[in-house]
Structure formats: C-alpha cells, structure tokens
C-alpha cells in the first residue's frame, strides 16, 4: 500500500512489514524480512506450530513458501 512517499508491504496475519521507495523495492525488503523470520522460528524450533496458529495448518518440513505480493487496491 501506498504510505506518503513510500511503498509498504505486509504480510497477512505476521506482524510483518517493509517499506521501500517503489513497489518492487518493497516487496524485496519484505522476502528478506520474511525470510530473516522464517529462520528465527527454525532455529527456535517452531515455525511449523508458529505457522499452523496463524491459520496455516499444512504446513510441514517439505512445504515451500510464496509470497505473493498485491497492490492493496486491486
């Protein structure tokens, strides 16, 4: 979504959040932001229980995650 002069990104239901100058820079920041906690709930031992009560239940050690980003308006 648009914010001022910057861009933000989010992820649904994760406090998650980036902002860049364009779209794209945005949405790169977020994957690096997303990535950054996906490996903090890894090494914590949690990212399949963190994830299934968010609403994510399938998900297991084999499960490959998108992000697929969408402009708030559309």
Same mark, same amino acid.
């Given at each position: $979504? %648009?914010?001022? &002069? =910057?861009?933000?990104?989010?992820?649904? %239901?994760?406090?998650? %959040?980036?902002?860049?100058?364009?779209?794209?820079?945005?949405?790169?920041?977020?994957?690096? $932001?997303?990535?950054?906690?996906?490996? =903090?709930? #890894?090494?914590?031992?949690?990212?399949?229980?963190?994830?299934?009560?968010?609403?994510?239940?399938?998900?297991?050690? &084999?499960?490959?995650?998108?992000? #697929?980003?969408?402009?708030?308006? =559309?």
């Amino acid at each position: $979504s %648009k914010e001022g &002069d =910057q861009y933000a990104a989010f992820v649904d %239901k994760l406090a998650l %959040k980036a902002c860049g100058s364009t779209v794209e820079e945005a949405g790169e920041f977020l994957v690096e $932001s997303f990535r950054d906690w996906a490996y =903090q709930r #890894v090494s914590e031992g949690n990212l399949e229980e963190t994830l299934v009560s968010i609403g994510y239940p399938d998900i297991g050690e &084999d499960t490959e995650v998108h992000l #697929v980003m969408t402009l708030e308006d =559309q």
